[in-house]
């Protein structure tokens, strides 16, 4: 089992919708989660981080953790082309390491 | 301010040959990790260095080494080169070790593009 799993996708959207992406993680000891957007032939670039549980937001993006159910989500309102991409989850585990899905393809259709 | 600097870029290589790369951290920056990207794989996590120290290993062979510098420039070398080391190996940069400090955010560089032939 791997210790952070994403749908690989494409997740296909069209315009102005809301573009949901959902990962989970093995590890209870996990405490923060990250969700990094990479578009093709490009290094990764992080866009929301997440310590707690509930939801947080920042602009067209929420993140939302359930540590319980070992959940962590990003929600993007409005998506438009530009977010067509692929967006990694990580999960900083024991030892300090962070662990990265293998990311999911979202392609946004006009 | 500049980014991650990774170099070279794109590179190939022979099987059994060694290859080293290049990684100039963001200014300030003390702690420098390395993680390998390939279309099975994913990203995975290879070492981490902080103040010219290796804090952190992730699960590959001893043929993957790095080292820190004074400056916090890093290096990695891998040796004997096979196929499967063929992937994008990106460096990232932080101001602190990674899980040391809430808010510590990681920026990645472009990374270096390794063929092996």
């Known amino acids: 089992q791997k210790e952070v799993e994403q749908n690989s996708g494409p997740l296909s959207v069209p315009e102005g919708a809301i573009a949901s992406l959902n990962c989970t993680y093995s590890?209870?000891?996990?405490?923060?989660f990250f969700w990094y957007r990479q578009y093709s032939g490009k290094s990764p670039e992080l866009i929301m981080s997440i310590y707690s549980n509930g939801d947080k937001e920042d602009g067209r993006f929420t993140a939302q953790l359930n540590k319980a159910s070992q959940y962590v989500s990003l929600l993007i309102r409005d998506s438009q082309p530009s977010d067509s991409a692929t967006y990694l989850c990580?999960?900083?585990?024991?030892?300090?390491?962070?662990?990265f899905g293998a990311g999911t393809r979202l392609a946004v259709h006009p | 301010k500049a980014g991650v600097t990774q170099t070279p870029r794109y590179l190939i290589k022979t099987r059994g040959q060694q290859v080293t790369l290049s990684c100039s951290p963001i200014s300030g920056h003390r702690s420098v990790s390395w993680y390998q990207q390939t279309p099975g794989q994913g990203l995975q996590f290879l070492f981490e260095?902080?103040?010219?120290?290796?804090?952190n290993k992730g699960n590959f062979p001893g043929r993957f080494s790095g080292r820190q510098f004074s400056n916090s420039r890093s290096e990695m070398n891998v040796s004997t080169l096979e196929l499967g080391d063929s992937a994008l190996y990106l460096c990232?940069?932080?101001?602190?070790?990674?899980?040391?400090?809430?808010?510590?955010?990681?920026?990645f560089g472009e990374g270096s593009w390794l063929t092996v032939v």
């Open positions: 990580a999960a900083l585990g024991g030892y300090n390491k962070l662990i």
């Open positions: 990232a940069s932080s101001l602190m070790p990674t899980g040391t400090v809430s808010g510590n955010t990681i920026y």
């Open positions: 590890d209870r000891g996990s405490q923060s």
């Open positions: 260095y902080f103040s010219e120290t290796q804090r």
